[in-house]
């Protein structure tokens, strides 16, 4: 059984860039659920992706946006880059649409300058 | 209020102690409950799913008080492996599916 796995594993940009990050889900896993960990906090929910549709957004700008593809990976995409937004984002992968428990990958780094 | 909040600690405990986390919530219509570890630089890592009627896993005990909104873990015996982070996780739908994780608590065993 493979986990969940993401890439890059770090990623350095500046101010105003685009970035894309990519995530596998775990081998039976049909829903995928991205998060933004910023130094010394809990992750923060950015968005959930079931069956290739948005089943759930947190409090995140229009600019994070997402794509789940049809063998259930996907791309978190972050436009117009913040120096806020370096963080650790988390990819994580689950088999029940709500209510159960995620697993997660190890994470992007990214450091916007 | 924050929708979920824990003590961030650190806790420094001695290999050996007994120790307990708490955690709040503050969306009643809170449907599923769980506790994360997650090591330094690391991704979290479910520990255990929390219900009612609570349960155990070993050295852990996990409780849910829904009429208080209160999740608690227990951790007896400490080892120096159990340093870490632990998050409090709270999942609920209201319009929309959410996942909501507490800051973390921060536990230090020492020798």
């Known amino acids: 059984e493979t986990g969940v796995t993401q890439s890059p594993t770090h990623l350095i940009k500046t101010r105003g860039q685009q970035v894309t990050l990519r995530c596998s889900s775990q081998s039976g896993h049909n829903t995928v659920s991205w998060y933004q960990q910023a130094l010394g906090q809990g992750p923060q929910f950015i968005f959930q992706?079931?069956?290739?549709?948005?089943?759930g957004r947190g409090n995140f700008p229009p600019r994070f946006s997402g794509l789940q593809f049809p063998n259930y990976s996907s791309e978190l995409n972050v436009n117009a880059l913040e120096l806020d937004d370096s963080a650790l984002y988390l990819c994580a992968s689950s088999l029940v649409l709500a209510g159960g428990s995620e697993f997660f990958g190890p994470g992007t780094r990214l450091t916007v300058l | 209020r924050k929708e979920v909040e824990q003590d961030p600690g650190p806790f420094n405990v001695p290999e050996g102690a007994t120790v307990a986390f708490n955690c709040t919530y503050s969306?009643?219509?809170?449907?599923?409950f769980f506790w994360y570890r997650q090591d330094c630089r690391k991704e979290p890592k479910l520990l255990m799913s929390v219900y009612s009627s609570g349960n155990e896993d070993g050295r852990f005990t996990a409780q849910l008080n829904r009429a208080s909104q209160y999740i608690s873990l227990l951790i007896r015996d400490s080892k120096l492996s159990d340093s870490a982070t632990y998050l409090c996780v709270v999942n609920w739908m209201d319009s929309s599916y959410k996942l909501i994780f507490g800051s973390g608590t921060r536990l230090l065993v020492r020798p």
């Open positions: 992706y079931y069956r290739e549709e948005e089943n």
């Open positions: 969306n009643s219509a809170s449907q599923s």
